[in-house]
């Protein structure tokens, strides 16, 4: 995990924490995952929806991203827990993958911890932001 400046709208911001406060609960919590998000929110840049940049990963995006390693494309909309359907390629911002995509931006390649290694992803594309089509409230 490179150290980069990331950007969290305030509203994702408030959303993530109370997710985390809760899952930390749960006695299957992967604690180490909820530790690797909430040390990317400290120190994450706030900044109010309407004033994300509209190239910037935000909860409920859809991104494109490239294994740079195997050159494998994919396709992925950041959700929360409940959302998550790998299936329809909707991935868990508490999914390692998730936690990874969350505030980047296009260009950007990513290095984070899988359980398989680590894996070097390039955003491709912000296929959709609901900040920037307006969807304050997703």
């Given amino acids: 995990m490179a150290e980069r400046m990331i950007h969290i709208t305030k509203f994702d ?3 993530l924490t109370e997710l985390i406060d809760g899952v930390r609960l749960s006695p299957k919590a992967n604690q180490t995952n909820l530790d690797l998000l909430e040390k990317e929110l400290c120190r994450g840049v706030l900044v109010d929806p309407q004033n994300i940049p509209s190239d ?3 909860m409920n995006s859809k991104v494109s991203i490239t294994d740079t390693d195997s050159g494998e494309k994919m ?3 950041l ?3 409940s959302a998550a359907n790998i ?3 909707k991935l868990s911002v508490l999914a390692p993958l998730g936690m990874a995509l ?3 931006r296009k260009g950007d390649v990513i290095k984070w911890p899988v359980p398989s290694g ?3 992803l390039k955003v491709d594309e912000i296929i959709y932001q609901p900040e920037a089509a307006g969807d ?3």
């Fill in 13 to 15: 911001m408030d959303r």
């Fill in 56 to 58: 910037v990963i935000t």
């Fill in 75 to 77: 396709t992925y909309t």
């Fill in 79 to 81: 959700v929360f827990p």
């Fill in 87 to 89: 299936a329809e390629n």
């Fill in 102 to 104: 969350l505030g980047y």
């Fill in 118 to 120: 680590v894996r070097k």
């Fill in 136 to 138: 304050y409230h997703l």
